[in-house]
């Protein structure tokens, strides 16, 4: 018990690291969201360059370590006269990484949207932008709801690797407190738990969504 009493006296460290976890993962979210689209869209279209891209985007980011990206903008930016913190960092590096699977989910909920959407949106005067933005795009959203949650849980376990570059998020924060205390066990259950404030709603969140969706289709 003497153990626990010495963890908890560590609360505010901890809170401050998760307030740093949710602000990185908050921000890798949004981009992350906004390259999945462009992505996708580029997966998509007819242009064989804009395919390739894509393509690349995805095989490259998927199969290489998140850890290498976000060295890649640490150890990089500096050397290619840049000023960025390492918040910024670990959060581009996260949101780059997470950005090639959110694609993949949004290519498969545009591919799940009948073609006759945007050929009838296409004949109505729309552009391709124009039609991707206000017809298929909203009806795709609704498809891919339950993975794109999954998603954001897994970026919000992926975020603990942004210690390796002294972020001072939640797992940054475990290490410190272990050092201090020399509590291993403890402190770690203690970590995992507060992850699991984060990952059990989100996770909870998609399966309800998923249920709720089969029984409206």
Do not use: H
């Amino acid at each position: 018990m003497g153990n626990w009493n010495d963890v908890l006296s560590y609360s505010g460290k901890y809170l401050s690291g998760l307030g740093i976890t949710l602000e990185v993962s908050l921000y890798a979210l949004l981009l992350s969201l906004a390259i999945g689209v462009v992505i996708a869209i580029f997966r998509v279209t007819s242009s064989k360059l804009l395919n390739a891209f894509g393509a690349a985007y995805v095989e490259f980011f998927q199969n290489t370590p998140l850890i290498i990206q976000v060295f890649f903008f640490y150890y990089g930016s500096p050397a290619m006269g840049l000023n960025i913190s390492g918040l910024a960092c670990g959060t581009l590096g996260l949101a780059v990484y997470t950005g090639a699977y959110m694609g993949e989910v949004f290519r498969a909920g545009i591919q799940a949207v009948p073609k006759g959407q945007m050929e009838a949106a296409r004949s109505s005067g729309m552009n391709y932008l124009q039609a991707m933005g206000y017809v298929i795009l909203p009806q795709a959203v609704k498809i891919i709801l339950p993975p794109l949650t999954n998603q954001m849980v897994n970026m919000v376990k992926n975020s603990a690797i942004l210690s390796t570059i002294a972020v001072t998020d939640l797992m940054y924060q475990t290490y410190l407190i272990s050092s201090d205390t020399f509590i291993v066990f403890e402190v770690f259950i203690f970590a995992a738990l507060l992850y699991l404030t984060i990952t059990v709603p989100l996770s909870t969140f998609a399966n309800l969504l998923e249920r709720r969706l089969q029984r409206s289709s």
